[in-house]
């Protein structure tokens, strides 16, 4: 069973950065270059939210409008892991970051589109 870990949240200030890592083990049959991977961030009271996906060869990705410009995403299949580097970052990004591995052609950005999901890491963004 493919698992997902995500790390690098915490706590920073407006304008300030952070890297999220979303780390992939357990492969039985296909191995990392054959999944994409999503990024999505779910807030309280809020609708959860695809924030960026990349293609399985990591050549195509796609950013939600709100994060285009300040959040960078890639894939390292040596490591086995998606990074979500962002940049200036806004209050309204806090949320709980988390992120899926789909069999998906292309960039799937739709929850529906993933079969496996991490527990999520928290970003808080301190205005």
């Known amino acids: 069973q493919l698992q997902l870990v995500e790390s690098g949240g915490g706590l920073v200030q407006s304008g300030g950065s952070l890297r999220l890592s979303c780390a992939a083990s357990g492969f039985t049959g296909y191995s990392f270059e054959n999944y994409a991977i999503g990024w999505f961030r779910r807030v309280p009271g809020k609708e959860r939210e695809g924030v960026s996906s990349?293609?399985?060869?990591?050549?195509?990705?796609k950013y939600a409008d709100s994060v285009k410009g300040r959040f960078t995403i890639s894939k390292d299949d040596a490591k086995n892991t998606v990074y979500l580097q962002m940049n200036s970052l806004k209050p309204e990004d806090t949320g709980n970051y988390y992120c899926g591995a789909s069999r998906v052609w292309g960039v799937p950005h739709l929850e529906y589109e993933y079969d496996y999901w991490g527990q999520g890491t928290q970003v808080t963004v301190s205005s």
């Open positions: 990349i293609s399985m060869s990591g050549r195509t990705t």
